[in-house]
């Protein structure tokens, strides 16, 4: 019998599948979804390799009777895989245009890892190899018999026991099984002691795996809540389709605090009381501790938490629990999709509109999509929510593709805060040029005078947006970057926020030597500096990525403001994330403008979620909320429907103008970067790019359409490397066959076409395009 196999470690350019032989005993024990170890090449190193098919026979394309070889091992006694996630793996390699191993890679749990050495043995080389499992296991201790009996046998055979021993029979005899470790701390004994009743057969040990879970910072009462009529609604509807085979993906639709949370909880149980696995994605673990502790106060210890903050020990304990049936719902982030679970019915994904979900990591996928297939191929419920979906979900919706399900109003009848406008315009014509204006401050001053809590929001970290001469207008960029830097007063320098690279500021232009070199622009720094110069009484709080960059960092601001030991929280992106603050009545958008003027074409859809989200912090407890937003856009869409809270009036100006440019949802968009050390050889490797593109296509009578470029990138350098794009839209050729153009220039072609120092990195629909 013959295995086709996916090989760990192989270059882009190998990426193929491998057949090998299997001996008469190994046929009965293989199964697809195998790891086996396998020699390779012609020093026959050992190497881990994946089964994905079975078959009696060679075909005319495979390597020769003669050549092939047999297999070493299988290294698990059950496949790492199952036939379902080798089918995803296949769709994801083509979907994303990855490697099968940067695919196999999502599902590649940590903690195994296959070594080989070399070894001289008889002056001849040979390998060894071991398969490394990172499992922790702890002792358990326990009597072997009850007290009477073990006093009778201390009794018959004349042991001497000491009084340690003694308390620990006594202990021992009071709790059933203690570990070890515990009992040497509870009642100070020695490893020592423990190993002598041991080897009188007095106690037995026991040795179980450890689960390094990590806990939950918040603690929350369960409080039982009986569901709205609408949410009864939401819930029956779901329930519904539970077992319809074709069945649609759910968008729901939900103001915040609409009570979407208690919606997916109710969904839970009800797939766990039909034997079936739970997963809850969510944006950032670290920003869902509520969400969090509300469900494991629900659902005890079978909810687990996966994301990528946890060690490797840790995931990999959550991924045996998960195999073993111990967790049987999981919260996590895009990557915990990939876990193995025994029988998952429901998929739902929390705030669906986050950019989260689009992994930046080679294979860049999209979690919404994969979901999506997971749904279809293999019968899950998918449920997607979101106060504020994507626009190409909700179109999705509007055209039947998804089954829209809607809850409109706040589930504790508490009206969402009010929104109001400030025009900077017109403040800068009254006179005031400070950063916060005048009816902001007021609303500040008047917030923490009655005990309340304000949030500041602003997008950019940092104290000043650039350095700037005020003479010549030379904007100080990053060496490697070709990006502004970013004027940190705190560190007093400038720092690029791509590469991270640092730098003091110049006291000379270097273009124009004037000293006359200032700061431009604001961020949250300078609004924290504003507020406590003029307020020194007010406790202010800060959070963004200079301030959270270790671990906890974030926990710990978000607990202090929790417990009010804050009255003003000021932040970036972050915050317009989730959280639930009892007390916080006031929140200010310092500018809505710098979003609004992203270069990305979803910059007003970014720009609407934003205000409605961060507006979604204010007045969550019992006192009403209020909003003030600052812009000098006052007229734009975006923001005047964001203000009145009208998601549908946001969406459908918003379609027309994705319509009339033909992007997503229309369109597909592909984009390719090319980079490398030389700009004219980056250049013209993009250029070549788009000429064999061409050629191709007139070749085929195919009109040349939908194709951008080749352009430099908006960051046209990062990290000394030269960037040039090109995008290319689905208008005249499907996806399909463009990825199999871009599969012929980029991979098979790619040694005559392109320089070897040149990287072509392929998305599909990307994140961003700067
Ligand atoms: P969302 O996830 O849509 O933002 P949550 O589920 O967090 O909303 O609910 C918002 C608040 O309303 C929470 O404090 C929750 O306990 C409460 N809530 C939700 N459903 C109900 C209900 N049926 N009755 C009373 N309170 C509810
Ligand atoms: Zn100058
Ligand atoms: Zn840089």
Redesign the pocket.
């Known amino acids: 019998m013959y295995i086709d196999l996916i090989l760990r470690n192989m270059s882009r350019f190998a990426d193929m599948l491998f057949t090998y032989r299997l001996s008469s005993d190994q046929e009965d024990k293989i199964k697809i979804g195998h790891r086996v170890s396998i020699p390779f090449g012609r020093s026959n190193k050992p190497i881990e390799a994946f089964v994905v098919a079975k078959r009696d026979s060679l075909g005319p394309g495979d390597i020769g009777e003669d050549k092939i070889k047999e297999i070493f091992e299988i290294l698990d006694v059950e496949p790492m895989l199952s036939q379902e996630n080798i089918r995803l793996i296949m769709w994801i390699r083509n979907r994303y245009m990855c490697t099968y191993m940067d695919a196999l890679n999502l599902f590649y749990p940590k903690g195994y890892r296959l070594e080989a050495k070399k070894i001289e043995k008889d002056g001849q080389v040979v390998w060894t190899y071991k398969d490394k499992k990172n499992e922790k296991k702890l002792s358990y201790l326990s009597l072997r018999y009850d007290l009477d009996t073990i006093d009778r046998i201390v009794g018959e055979k004349r042991y001497r026991l000491g009084p340690k021993q003694v308390d620990i029979i006594k202990f021992l005899g009071l709790n059933k099984s203690v570990e070890s470790r515990s009992l040497m701390e509870i009642l100070g004994v020695s490893n020592q002691t423990i190993k002598s009743l041991v080897d009188k057969d007095l106690i037995e040990v026991k040795e179980e795996n450890y689960y390094r879970r990590s806990e939950a910072r918040f603690r929350s009462p369960v409080?039982k809540?009986?569901?709205?009529k609408d949410?009864v609604q939401v819930v029956d509807q779901i329930k519904e389709g539970f077992f319809l085979d074709e069945k649609k993906p759910y968008l729901l639709h939900?103001?915040?605090?609409?009570?979407?949370?208690?919606?997916y909880m109710e969904l839970i149980e009800y797939s766990l009381n039909q034997g079936l696995d739970s997963i809850l994605l969510v944006p950032e673990i670290a920003l869902t501790p509520q969400m969090i502790a509300r469900v494991k106060a629900r659902f005890g210890d079978i909810v687990g938490v996966f994301h990528s903050g946890l060690s490797e020990g840790q995931k990999h304990d959550v991924y045996r629990e998960i195999k073993n049936g111990n967790i049987r719902v999981t919260i996590g982030t895009r990557s915990a999709l990939f876990l193995p679970f025994r029988s998952l019915g429901l998929i739902i994904i929390d705030e669906e509109h986050d950019m989260s979900y689009h992994s930046e990591m080679t294979p860049k996928y999209s979690t919404i999509e994969v979901a999506r297939y997971m749904s279809l191929r293999q019968n899950i419920c998918l449920v997607m929510g979101s106060?504020t979906p994507s626009v190409a979900d909700y179109y999705r919706a509007d055209h039947g593709e998804y089954s829209l399900l809607e809850?409109n109003n706040?589930?504790?009848e508490r009206a969402m805060p009010q929104i109001e406008i400030v025009d900077m315009k017109a403040e800068i014509n009254r006179g005031n040029r400070s950063e916060i204006s005048r009816v902001l401050e007021d609303e500040i001053v008047r917030t923490v005078n009655a005990g309340n809590q304000a949030i500041l929001f602003l997008n950019r970290r940092g104290y000043a947006s650039s350095v700037t001469c005020r003479e010549c207008g030379h904007v100080i960029k990053c060496k490697r970057c070709d990006i502004s830097l970013t004027y940190h007063k705190f560190k007093n320098k400038g720092l690029c926020h791509y590469c991270g690279h640092e730098e003091d500021i110049p006291s000379m232009c270097p273009e124009c030597s004037s000293t006359n070199i200032g700061v431009l622009g604001l961020g949250t720094e300078k609004i924290e500096e504003y507020i406590n110069k003029k307020y020194p009484s007010f406790r202010t709080l800060r959070i963004d990525k200079d301030t959270t960059s270790k671990k906890g960092q974030l926990e710990a601001i978000l607990d202090d403001f929790n417990r009010q030991e804050a009255d003003v929280l000021i932040g970036t992106q972050i915050l317009s994330k989730g959280h639930?603050f009892e007390n916080v009545t006031l929140v200010g958008i310092i500018s809505a403008d710098m979003m609004l003027n992203y270069p990305d074409f979803r910059s007003f859809e970014q720009t609407y979620q934003l205000i409605t989200q961060v507006a979604g912090r204010a007045g969550?407890g019992q006192k009403r909320g209020h909003v003030v937003l600052q812009t000098y856009n006052v007229d734009h869409f975006a923001i005047r429907h964001a203000v009145n809270y009208d998601y549908k009036s946001f969406y459908k100006d918003e379609i027309r103008l994705r319509r009339a440019f033909g992007y997503e949802p229309f369109n597909n968009m592909f984009r390719l970067v090319f980079s490398g050390n030389n700009y004219n050889i980056v250049k013209n490797n993009a250029t070549k790019f788009i000429e064999t593109v061409r050629y191709l296509l007139e070749a085929r009578s195919i009109e040349v359409k939908g194709i951008l470029g080749p352009n430099e990138c908006s960051i046209n350098k990062i990290n000394d490397r030269y960037r040039w794009q090109v995008i290319i839209k689905d208008e005249v050729m499907d996806v399909k066959e463009i990825k199999s153009m871009l599969r012929y220039i980029c991979i098979s072609k790619f040694d005559q076409i392109f320089d070897k120092d040149i990287n072509i990195n392929i998305e599909i629909n990307p994140n961003s395009f700067i």
């Not at 939900?254 to 919606?263: A, C, N, Q, R, W």
């Open positions: 409080k809540i009986s569901l709205n949410q939900g103001v915040t605090g609409s009570g979407k949370t208690e919606v106060a809850l706040r589930a504790n639930d969550r």
